[in-house]
Protein backbone atom coordinates (compact mmCIF):
# COMPACT_ATOMS: atom_id res chain seq x y z
CA UNK A 1 0.00 0.00 0.00
CA UNK A 2 1.47 3.31 -0.84
CA UNK A 3 2.31 5.68 1.95
CA UNK A 4 1.82 9.03 2.31
CA UNK A 5 2.59 11.86 5.03
CA UNK A 6 0.76 14.83 5.39
CA UNK A 7 2.96 17.76 7.12
CA UNK A 8 0.86 20.76 8.39
CA UNK A 9 0.57 22.33 11.83
CA UNK A 10 -3.20 22.48 11.39
CA UNK A 11 -4.89 19.80 12.85
CA UNK A 12 -8.20 20.37 11.02
CA UNK A 13 -6.00 20.21 7.37
CA UNK A 14 -4.20 17.29 8.94
CA UNK A 15 -7.66 15.17 9.53
CA UNK A 16 -8.94 16.89 5.98
CA UNK A 17 -6.02 15.69 3.64
CA UNK A 18 -5.52 12.21 5.72
CA UNK A 19 -9.10 11.49 4.95
CA UNK A 20 -9.44 12.05 1.34
CA UNK A 21 -6.65 10.52 0.96
CA UNK A 22 -7.00 7.12 3.51
CA UNK A 23 -10.77 7.38 1.24
CA UNK A 24 -8.78 6.62 -1.80
CA UNK A 25 -6.93 3.79 -0.51
CA UNK A 26 -3.69 5.04 0.83
CA UNK A 27 -2.26 4.59 4.13
CA UNK A 28 -1.11 7.96 5.59
CA UNK A 29 0.87 9.28 8.35
CA UNK A 30 0.99 13.05 9.46
CA UNK A 31 3.69 15.35 11.17
CA UNK A 32 3.21 18.95 12.62
CA UNK A 33 6.15 20.33 10.88
CA UNK A 34 9.29 20.10 9.10
CA UNK A 35 11.45 18.98 11.88
CA UNK A 36 8.81 16.13 13.01
CA UNK A 37 8.60 15.10 9.23
CA UNK A 38 12.34 15.22 8.63
CA UNK A 39 12.17 12.60 11.70
CA UNK A 40 9.30 10.93 10.32
CA UNK A 41 11.46 10.63 7.29
CA UNK A 42 14.77 9.43 8.71
CA UNK A 43 12.44 6.71 10.62
CA UNK A 44 11.39 4.93 7.68
CA UNK A 45 13.46 1.93 6.75
CA UNK A 46 13.29 0.24 3.43
CA UNK A 47 10.02 -0.55 2.03
CA UNK A 48 8.54 1.71 4.47
CA UNK A 49 9.83 4.88 3.03
CA UNK A 50 6.83 7.37 1.69
CA UNK A 51 6.03 7.57 -1.54
CA UNK A 52 4.10 11.11 -1.21
CA UNK A 53 4.07 14.04 0.56
CA UNK A 54 1.68 16.21 1.14
CA UNK A 55 3.70 19.55 2.34
CA UNK A 56 2.18 23.00 3.93
CA UNK A 57 4.32 26.17 3.52
CA UNK A 58 3.43 28.24 6.68
CA UNK A 59 4.60 25.92 9.32
CA UNK A 60 6.76 26.92 12.78
CA UNK A 61 10.06 25.48 13.54
CA UNK A 62 10.61 24.55 10.11
CA UNK A 63 8.50 25.83 7.28
CA UNK A 64 7.49 23.59 4.00
CA UNK A 65 10.12 25.10 1.60
CA UNK A 66 12.81 24.27 4.11
CA UNK A 67 11.38 20.66 4.95
CA UNK A 68 11.68 19.76 0.76
CA UNK A 69 15.30 21.28 0.34
CA UNK A 70 16.56 18.73 3.16
CA UNK A 71 14.54 16.12 1.63
CA UNK A 72 16.17 16.47 -2.10
CA UNK A 73 19.42 16.53 -0.09
CA UNK A 74 19.04 12.99 0.84
CA UNK A 75 19.52 9.93 -0.84
CA UNK A 76 17.06 8.26 -3.60
CA UNK A 77 15.05 6.22 -0.96
CA UNK A 78 13.42 9.61 -0.51
CA UNK A 79 13.26 11.17 -3.53
CA UNK A 80 9.09 10.54 -3.85
CA UNK A 81 6.92 13.73 -5.06
CA UNK A 82 5.99 16.23 -2.77
CA UNK A 83 2.68 18.27 -3.24
CA UNK A 84 3.04 21.50 -1.77
CA UNK A 85 -0.47 23.16 -0.35
CA UNK A 86 -0.36 26.56 0.67
CA UNK A 87 -3.57 29.21 0.77
CA UNK A 88 -1.41 31.65 -0.89
CA UNK A 89 -2.00 31.83 -4.67
CA UNK A 90 0.77 34.00 -6.16
CA UNK A 91 3.22 33.13 -8.79
CA UNK A 92 6.35 34.17 -6.53
CA UNK A 93 4.75 31.02 -4.14
CA UNK A 94 4.43 28.31 -7.06
CA UNK A 95 8.25 29.27 -8.10
CA UNK A 96 9.26 29.30 -4.41
CA UNK A 97 7.78 25.55 -4.18
CA UNK A 98 9.36 24.43 -6.99
CA UNK A 99 12.65 26.25 -6.33
CA UNK A 100 12.75 24.44 -3.18
CA UNK A 101 12.02 20.95 -5.12
CA UNK A 102 7.81 20.25 -4.83
CA UNK A 103 6.63 18.22 -7.75
CA UNK A 104 3.57 20.30 -7.64
CA UNK A 105 1.19 23.04 -5.91
CA UNK A 106 -2.20 22.99 -4.62
CA UNK A 107 -4.13 26.05 -3.48
CA UNK A 108 -5.59 25.67 0.07
CA UNK A 109 -8.32 24.63 0.77
CA UNK A 110 -7.64 21.66 -1.68
CA UNK A 111 -10.47 19.91 -3.41
CA UNK A 112 -10.62 16.78 -3.13
CA UNK A 113 -11.02 15.78 -6.31
CA UNK A 114 -7.45 17.95 -7.38
CA UNK A 115 -6.00 16.45 -3.79
CA UNK A 116 -6.71 12.69 -4.71
CA UNK A 117 -6.18 12.67 -8.55
CA UNK A 118 -2.62 14.64 -8.33
CA UNK A 119 -1.40 12.27 -5.53
CA UNK A 120 -2.95 9.02 -7.94
CA UNK A 121 -1.06 9.97 -10.57
CA UNK A 122 1.91 11.49 -9.05
CA UNK A 123 1.98 7.94 -6.60
CA UNK A 124 1.96 6.29 -10.92
CA UNK A 125 -1.74 4.63 -9.03
CA UNK A 126 -3.52 4.04 -11.97
CA UNK A 127 -6.80 2.59 -10.74
CA UNK A 128 -7.24 5.27 -7.69
CA UNK A 129 -7.01 8.18 -10.97
CA UNK A 130 -9.43 6.06 -12.86
CA UNK A 131 -11.49 5.92 -10.15
CA UNK A 132 -11.04 9.64 -8.81
CA UNK A 133 -11.22 10.88 -12.81
CA UNK A 134 -14.49 8.51 -12.70
CA UNK A 135 -16.34 9.79 -9.49
CA UNK A 136 -15.60 13.16 -10.98
CA UNK A 137 -18.34 12.76 -13.90
CA UNK A 138 -20.65 11.04 -11.94
CA UNK B 1 -14.28 10.74 10.21
CA UNK B 2 -17.07 12.17 9.25
CA UNK B 3 -18.14 15.85 8.32
CA UNK B 4 -18.99 16.23 12.21
CA UNK B 5 -15.89 15.08 13.30
CA UNK B 6 -14.01 17.67 11.06
CA UNK B 7 -16.40 20.40 12.30
CA UNK B 8 -15.28 19.41 16.03
CA UNK B 9 -11.76 19.12 15.10
CA UNK B 10 -12.29 22.72 13.40
CA UNK B 11 -13.95 24.54 16.76
CA UNK B 12 -11.10 22.69 19.14
CA UNK B 13 -7.90 24.36 16.80
CA UNK B 14 -9.95 27.48 16.27
CA UNK B 15 -10.41 28.03 19.65
CA UNK B 16 -6.58 27.36 20.42
CA UNK B 17 -5.68 29.85 17.81
CA UNK B 18 -8.19 32.54 19.07
CA UNK B 19 -6.51 31.85 22.44
CA UNK B 20 -2.87 32.29 20.99
CA UNK B 21 -3.80 35.07 19.04
CA UNK B 22 -4.93 36.94 22.08
CA UNK B 23 -1.75 36.09 24.41
CA UNK B 24 0.23 36.88 21.53
CA UNK B 25 -1.29 40.50 20.41
CA UNK B 26 -0.50 41.39 24.60
CA UNK B 27 3.15 39.59 24.17
CA UNK B 28 3.74 41.84 20.67
CA UNK B 29 2.37 44.82 22.63
CA UNK B 30 5.22 44.73 25.00
CA UNK B 31 8.11 43.61 22.56
CA UNK B 32 6.69 44.78 18.95
CA UNK B 33 9.83 44.40 17.20
CA UNK B 34 10.10 41.09 18.17
CA UNK B 35 9.84 39.66 15.08
CA UNK B 36 9.21 35.69 16.26
CA UNK B 37 6.81 37.12 18.04
CA UNK B 38 4.96 38.58 15.04
CA UNK B 39 5.45 35.58 13.01
CA UNK B 40 3.70 33.40 15.50
CA UNK B 41 1.05 35.87 16.14
CA UNK B 42 0.67 35.65 12.20
CA UNK B 43 0.65 31.96 12.17
CA UNK B 44 -1.69 31.52 14.55
CA UNK B 45 -4.52 33.77 12.48
CA UNK B 46 -2.99 32.14 9.39
CA UNK B 47 -4.24 28.69 10.69
CA UNK B 48 -7.62 30.00 11.38
CA UNK B 49 -8.28 31.35 7.92
CA UNK B 50 -7.21 28.27 6.56
CA UNK B 51 -9.09 25.47 8.25
CA UNK B 52 -12.42 28.39 7.82
CA UNK B 53 -11.74 27.47 3.65
CA UNK B 54 -12.50 24.10 4.56
CA UNK B 55 -15.72 25.29 5.46
CA UNK B 56 -18.71 27.58 4.19
CA UNK B 57 -17.97 29.98 6.82
CA UNK B 58 -17.88 33.24 5.06
CA UNK B 59 -18.68 35.60 8.06
CA UNK B 60 -15.80 33.85 10.26
CA UNK B 61 -13.43 33.59 7.12
CA UNK B 62 -13.97 37.38 6.55
CA UNK B 63 -12.73 38.89 9.31
CA UNK B 64 -9.65 36.52 10.13
CA UNK B 65 -8.80 37.02 6.26
CA UNK B 66 -9.03 40.63 6.82
CA UNK B 67 -6.68 40.32 10.47
CA UNK B 68 -4.33 38.08 8.24
CA UNK B 69 -3.83 40.81 5.74
CA UNK B 70 -3.16 43.39 8.36
CA UNK B 71 -0.96 40.76 10.18
CA UNK B 72 1.30 40.03 7.17
CA UNK B 73 2.05 43.78 6.61
CA UNK B 74 3.23 44.00 10.35
CA UNK B 75 5.47 41.36 10.33
CA UNK B 76 7.27 42.33 7.29
CA UNK B 77 7.53 45.97 8.92
CA UNK B 78 5.29 47.98 6.03
CA UNK B 79 2.41 48.82 8.92
CA UNK B 80 3.42 50.02 11.99
CA UNK B 81 2.19 48.01 15.17
CA UNK B 82 -0.07 50.87 16.99
CA UNK B 83 -2.46 50.36 20.17
CA UNK B 84 -5.26 50.49 17.67
CA UNK B 85 -4.36 48.19 15.53
CA UNK B 86 -4.29 45.60 18.68
CA UNK B 87 -7.66 47.17 19.78
CA UNK B 88 -9.67 46.46 16.60
CA UNK B 89 -7.44 42.70 16.20
CA UNK B 90 -8.42 41.91 19.67
CA UNK B 91 -12.42 43.11 18.93
CA UNK B 92 -12.60 41.30 15.55
CA UNK B 93 -11.05 38.02 17.49
CA UNK B 94 -13.85 38.07 20.10
CA UNK B 95 -16.21 38.36 17.12
CA UNK B 96 -14.73 35.50 15.93
CA UNK B 97 -15.10 33.63 19.01
CA UNK B 98 -19.02 34.33 18.98
CA UNK B 99 -19.12 32.60 15.23
CA UNK B 100 -17.78 29.77 16.58
CA UNK B 101 -19.94 29.39 19.62
CA UNK B 102 -22.43 29.77 17.04
CA UNK B 103 -20.98 27.10 14.61
CA UNK B 104 -20.41 24.73 17.89
CA UNK B 105 -24.04 25.10 18.66
CA UNK B 106 -25.97 24.90 15.13
CA UNK B 107 -23.37 23.24 12.98
CA UNK B 108 -23.89 26.92 11.11
CA UNK B 109 -23.01 30.75 11.21
CA UNK B 110 -26.18 32.60 11.67
CA UNK B 111 -27.76 33.68 8.21
CA UNK B 112 -27.61 37.81 10.13
CA UNK B 113 -24.07 37.54 10.98
CA UNK B 114 -23.11 39.42 7.74
CA UNK B 115 -23.04 43.02 8.38
CA UNK B 116 -21.21 42.84 11.83
CA UNK B 117 -18.45 40.77 10.16
CA UNK B 118 -18.46 43.19 7.26
CA UNK B 119 -17.69 46.17 9.91
CA UNK B 120 -15.07 43.98 11.82
CA UNK B 121 -13.34 43.74 8.62
CA UNK B 122 -13.55 47.20 6.93
CA UNK B 123 -12.32 48.55 10.49
CA UNK B 124 -9.25 46.27 10.04
CA UNK B 125 -8.67 46.84 6.72
CA UNK B 126 -9.13 50.61 7.06
CA UNK B 127 -5.16 50.27 8.99
CA UNK B 128 -4.37 48.91 5.67
CA UNK B 129 -5.87 51.93 3.40
CA UNK B 130 -3.75 54.19 5.00
CA UNK B 131 -0.63 52.09 4.43
CA UNK B 132 1.83 51.39 1.68
CA UNK B 133 -0.03 49.03 -0.87
CA UNK B 134 1.55 45.94 -0.92
CA UNK B 135 2.56 44.91 -4.59
CA UNK B 136 -0.02 43.08 -6.08
CA UNK B 137 1.61 39.67 -8.00
CA UNK B 138 0.17 38.23 -10.68
CA UNK B 139 -3.07 36.16 -10.37
CA UNK B 140 -3.03 32.49 -10.19
CA UNK B 141 -4.93 31.78 -13.12
CA UNK B 142 -2.04 33.02 -15.22
CA UNK B 143 0.69 30.90 -13.79
CA UNK B 144 0.96 27.54 -16.01
CA UNK B 145 1.77 25.36 -13.38
CA UNK B 146 -1.57 24.91 -12.06
CA UNK B 147 -3.28 26.47 -14.62
CA UNK B 148 -6.63 24.25 -15.35
CA UNK B 149 -7.07 24.39 -19.08
CA UNK B 150 -10.59 22.96 -19.53
CA UNK B 151 -10.41 20.02 -22.23
CA UNK B 152 -12.72 19.94 -25.35
CA UNK B 153 -13.59 17.21 -27.29
CA UNK B 154 -11.43 19.01 -30.02
CA UNK B 155 -8.48 18.83 -27.94
CA UNK B 156 -8.82 14.76 -28.27
CA UNK B 157 -7.49 12.73 -31.23
CA UNK B 158 -9.31 13.28 -34.21
CA UNK B 159 -11.11 10.62 -35.29
CA UNK B 160 -9.64 9.88 -38.14
CA UNK B 161 -6.66 8.33 -36.22
CA UNK B 162 -9.20 5.71 -34.94
CA UNK B 163 -8.16 3.98 -38.70
CA UNK B 164 -4.58 3.35 -37.39
CA UNK B 165 -3.81 0.66 -34.32
CA UNK B 166 -1.98 2.83 -32.62
CA UNK B 167 -1.83 0.30 -29.52
CA UNK B 168 0.49 -2.06 -31.78
CA UNK B 169 2.96 1.21 -31.99
CA UNK B 170 2.50 1.57 -28.26
CA UNK B 171 6.17 0.76 -27.65
CA UNK B 172 7.68 3.81 -29.54
CA UNK B 173 8.50 6.51 -27.87
CA UNK B 174 7.21 9.23 -30.26
CA UNK B 175 4.22 8.45 -32.85
CA UNK B 176 3.13 10.78 -35.45
CA UNK B 177 0.03 9.97 -37.09
CA UNK B 178 -0.87 12.23 -40.64
CA UNK B 179 -4.24 12.27 -42.94
CA UNK B 180 -3.22 12.83 -46.35
CA UNK B 181 -6.21 13.59 -48.82
CA UNK B 182 -4.63 14.24 -52.59
CA UNK B 183 -6.28 16.74 -54.90
CA UNK B 184 -8.97 15.37 -56.84
CA UNK B 185 -7.16 16.58 -60.07
CA UNK B 186 -3.47 15.54 -59.01
CA UNK B 187 -2.74 12.56 -61.57
CA UNK B 188 -2.67 15.54 -64.24
CA UNK B 189 -0.13 17.30 -62.03
CA UNK B 190 1.98 14.21 -62.06
CA UNK B 191 1.99 13.75 -58.44
CA UNK B 192 1.24 9.82 -57.20
CA UNK B 193 0.05 9.80 -53.81
CA UNK B 194 0.18 6.54 -52.82
CA UNK B 195 3.74 6.10 -53.79
CA UNK B 196 4.29 9.12 -51.58
CA UNK B 197 2.23 7.63 -48.46
CA UNK B 198 4.42 4.14 -48.99
CA UNK B 199 7.59 6.03 -48.99
CA UNK B 200 7.07 8.14 -46.02
CA UNK B 201 9.93 7.85 -43.48
CA UNK B 202 9.53 5.28 -40.89
CA UNK B 203 6.06 4.35 -41.92
CA UNK B 204 4.81 1.83 -38.83
CA UNK B 205 1.17 1.77 -40.21
CA UNK B 206 -0.98 3.05 -43.80
CA UNK B 207 -4.51 2.99 -43.73
CA UNK B 208 -6.26 3.73 -47.61
CA UNK B 209 -9.79 4.44 -48.17
CA UNK B 210 -12.49 6.21 -50.69
CA UNK B 211 -12.59 10.04 -49.72
CA UNK B 212 -15.90 10.08 -50.95
CA UNK B 213 -18.51 7.23 -51.24
CA UNK B 214 -18.05 5.42 -54.64
CA UNK B 215 -20.74 6.44 -57.58
CA UNK B 216 -23.52 3.46 -58.09
CA UNK B 217 -25.52 2.83 -60.51
CA UNK B 218 -25.64 5.37 -63.46
CA UNK B 219 -23.29 7.68 -61.82
CA UNK B 220 -20.38 5.21 -61.90
CA UNK B 221 -20.54 5.65 -65.65
CA UNK B 222 -20.58 9.51 -65.99
CA UNK B 223 -18.07 9.37 -63.11
CA UNK B 224 -14.13 10.76 -64.20
CA UNK B 225 -11.97 7.81 -63.30
CA UNK B 226 -8.96 9.27 -63.39
CA UNK B 227 -9.70 12.01 -60.58
CA UNK B 228 -8.20 10.65 -57.31
CA UNK B 229 -10.81 9.58 -54.69
CA UNK B 230 -8.22 8.39 -51.76
CA UNK B 231 -7.65 9.45 -48.05
CA UNK B 232 -4.24 8.14 -46.72
CA UNK B 233 -3.99 8.01 -43.21
CA UNK B 234 -0.51 7.02 -41.83
CA UNK B 235 1.70 6.97 -39.03
CA UNK B 236 5.69 7.22 -38.53
CA UNK B 237 7.97 7.27 -35.52
CA UNK B 238 10.67 9.52 -37.71
CA UNK B 239 11.12 13.37 -36.69
CA UNK B 240 8.17 15.49 -38.17
CA UNK B 241 10.81 17.49 -39.81
CA UNK B 242 11.63 14.38 -41.94
CA UNK B 243 8.13 14.15 -42.21
CA UNK B 244 7.03 17.51 -43.24
CA UNK B 245 10.24 17.60 -45.84
CA UNK B 246 8.77 14.21 -47.40
CA UNK B 247 5.02 15.75 -48.08
CA UNK B 248 6.52 19.39 -48.61
CA UNK B 249 4.55 19.39 -51.85
CA UNK B 250 1.70 18.83 -50.75
CA UNK B 251 1.35 20.24 -47.24
CA UNK B 252 -1.46 22.04 -47.42
CA UNK B 253 -3.15 18.08 -48.21
CA UNK B 254 -1.89 16.88 -45.18
CA UNK B 255 -3.05 17.39 -41.30
CA UNK B 256 -1.33 15.83 -38.41
CA UNK B 257 -1.64 14.84 -35.03
CA UNK B 258 0.91 13.77 -32.48
CA UNK B 259 -0.22 10.36 -31.79
CA UNK B 260 2.01 9.37 -28.83
CA UNK B 261 -0.46 10.65 -27.22
CA UNK B 262 -2.80 8.03 -28.33
CA UNK B 263 -0.21 5.50 -27.82
CA UNK B 264 -0.28 6.57 -24.45
CA UNK B 265 -3.70 6.24 -23.55
CA UNK B 266 -5.00 3.76 -25.81
CA UNK B 267 -7.30 1.28 -23.26
CA UNK B 268 -7.66 -2.29 -24.14
CA UNK B 269 -10.46 -3.52 -25.09
CA UNK B 270 -12.68 -4.05 -21.88
CA UNK B 271 -10.80 -1.51 -19.83
CA UNK B 272 -12.40 2.10 -19.77
CA UNK B 273 -10.85 5.05 -21.60
CA UNK B 274 -8.76 7.08 -20.05
CA UNK B 275 -11.35 10.65 -19.06
CA UNK B 276 -10.18 13.94 -20.45
CA UNK B 277 -10.20 14.91 -17.05
CA UNK B 278 -7.21 12.47 -16.63
CA UNK B 279 -5.51 13.44 -19.38
CA UNK B 280 -5.70 16.64 -18.74
CA UNK B 281 -4.03 16.42 -14.99
CA UNK B 282 -1.63 14.48 -16.29
CA UNK B 283 -0.46 17.40 -18.80
CA UNK B 284 -0.72 19.73 -15.96
CA UNK B 285 1.52 17.69 -13.73
CA UNK B 286 4.10 16.66 -16.61
CA UNK B 287 4.34 20.50 -17.05
CA UNK B 288 5.10 21.10 -13.60
CA UNK B 289 7.90 18.35 -13.49
CA UNK B 290 9.47 20.20 -16.59
CA UNK B 291 9.42 23.72 -14.86
CA UNK B 292 10.96 21.41 -11.77
CA UNK B 293 13.59 19.94 -13.98
CA UNK B 294 14.41 23.41 -15.35
CA UNK B 295 15.01 24.36 -11.74
CA UNK B 296 16.27 21.65 -10.40
CA UNK B 297 20.17 23.00 -11.38
CA UNK B 298 22.51 20.73 -9.32
CA UNK B 299 19.89 19.08 -7.26
CA UNK B 300 19.91 15.42 -7.47
CA UNK B 301 17.62 14.69 -4.95
CA UNK B 302 15.05 17.27 -7.33
CA UNK B 303 15.57 15.27 -10.58
CA UNK B 304 15.33 12.08 -8.92
CA UNK B 305 11.75 13.49 -7.75
CA UNK B 306 11.04 14.49 -11.03
CA UNK B 307 12.06 11.99 -12.76
CA UNK B 308 10.13 9.75 -10.36
CA UNK B 309 6.99 11.58 -10.81
CA UNK B 310 7.12 11.56 -14.60
CA UNK B 311 7.66 7.25 -14.67
CA UNK B 312 4.46 7.45 -12.26
CA UNK B 313 2.88 9.34 -14.34
CA UNK B 314 3.43 7.43 -17.48
CA UNK B 315 2.49 4.11 -15.43
CA UNK B 316 -0.86 5.86 -15.03
CA UNK B 317 -1.58 6.23 -18.64
CA UNK B 318 -0.65 2.18 -19.51
CA UNK B 319 -3.39 -0.28 -19.30
CA UNK B 320 -3.88 -3.04 -17.01
CA UNK B 321 -0.03 -4.56 -17.86
CA UNK B 322 1.66 -1.54 -16.67
CA UNK B 323 -0.69 -1.73 -13.34
CA UNK B 324 0.28 -5.42 -12.58
CA UNK B 325 3.71 -4.85 -13.24
CA UNK B 326 3.62 -1.50 -11.00
CA UNK B 327 2.19 -3.89 -7.84
CA UNK B 328 4.64 -6.03 -8.61
CA UNK B 329 7.38 -3.59 -8.25
CA UNK B 330 7.62 -0.65 -5.85
CA UNK B 331 7.00 2.53 -7.95
CA UNK B 332 10.63 3.79 -9.26
CA UNK B 333 11.57 2.94 -5.47
CA UNK B 334 15.28 1.72 -6.72
CA UNK B 335 15.31 3.26 -10.48
CA UNK B 336 12.50 2.91 -13.49
CA UNK B 337 10.15 -0.01 -14.08
CA UNK B 338 12.13 -2.62 -15.71
CA UNK B 339 9.09 -3.82 -17.12
CA UNK B 340 8.46 -1.22 -19.16
CA UNK B 341 11.05 -0.01 -21.85
CA UNK B 342 9.53 3.15 -22.78
CA UNK B 343 9.48 4.82 -19.69
CA UNK B 344 12.90 3.90 -19.38
CA UNK B 345 13.47 5.35 -22.89
CA UNK B 346 11.83 8.70 -21.49
CA UNK B 347 13.93 8.79 -18.38
CA UNK B 348 16.82 8.48 -20.00
CA UNK B 349 16.63 11.26 -21.99
CA UNK B 350 15.63 13.95 -19.37
CA UNK B 351 18.47 15.64 -18.65
CA UNK B 352 19.09 16.77 -22.25
CA UNK B 353 15.65 17.49 -23.15
CA UNK B 354 12.46 19.11 -22.49
CA UNK B 355 10.45 15.58 -21.61
CA UNK B 356 7.89 15.94 -23.85
CA UNK B 357 4.28 15.22 -22.51
CA UNK B 358 2.70 11.50 -23.58
CA UNK B 359 -0.61 13.24 -23.90
CA UNK B 360 0.54 16.88 -25.60
CA UNK B 361 -2.37 17.69 -28.40
CA UNK B 362 -0.68 18.98 -31.10
CA UNK B 363 -2.09 22.50 -32.04
CA UNK B 364 -1.96 21.34 -35.97
CA UNK B 365 -4.24 18.15 -35.08
CA UNK B 366 -6.64 18.17 -38.32
CA UNK B 367 -10.28 18.30 -38.34
CA UNK B 368 -11.90 15.27 -37.51
CA UNK B 369 -13.05 12.48 -39.76
CA UNK B 370 -16.89 12.08 -39.89
CA UNK B 371 -17.11 8.52 -40.04
CA UNK B 372 -14.55 6.14 -38.12
CA UNK B 373 -13.43 3.33 -39.98
CA UNK B 374 -12.78 0.01 -38.64
CA UNK B 375 -9.23 -1.05 -37.55
CA UNK B 376 -7.03 -3.28 -39.72
CA UNK B 377 -3.51 -4.14 -40.67
CA UNK B 378 -2.06 -1.98 -42.57
CA UNK B 379 1.65 -2.46 -43.66
CA UNK B 380 2.34 -5.97 -44.87
CA UNK B 381 4.59 -7.79 -43.02
CA UNK B 382 7.64 -9.38 -44.48
CA UNK B 383 6.36 -12.98 -43.45
CA UNK B 384 3.09 -11.60 -44.79
CA UNK B 385 4.81 -10.84 -48.01
CA UNK B 386 6.14 -14.16 -47.77
CA UNK B 387 3.17 -15.70 -47.85
CA UNK B 388 1.35 -13.67 -50.18
CA UNK B 389 4.24 -14.66 -52.69
CA UNK B 390 4.46 -18.27 -52.12
Known sequence: ?138 | MNQTDLLDQFVIEARECLEAIGKRLLDVEQDPDNDELLNDLFRSVHTLKGNCGLFEFKPLERVVHAGEDLLDRVRHRTLAYSAELADALLEAMDYSAQLIDQIERHGRIDSNADARSIAHASALRSFVCGSEPAPSPAPLAAVPVIARVPVSSEDLAPSWTSRLDLAAVASKLSVLALRYLPEVGCFFKGEDPWRLARTAPGLLQLHVASASAWPQGEDRAAWDCYQCNLDIVLCTDAPRSEVEAHFCCVAEQVTWCDATANVGVAAPPGEPAVSPLLRQRVAVLWSDQCELLARAGDSAGTVGAARRALSNLLGCLDGPAGSAARCRHRPCSSGPDPTRWRSRSSLSRLRPRRPRCPIATSSRCCRASKTALPLRPRRCSRSARKRSTA
Open chain 1, 1 to 138: MYRILVVDDAATVRMYHRKLLSDAGWHTDEALNGVEALERVHAQEGDEAFDLYVVDVNMPRMDGYSFVRELRRLGPRHQAPVVMVSTEAQRQDVDAALDAGANTYLVKPAQPLDLVLSAALLLGDRDAALVAAQGART
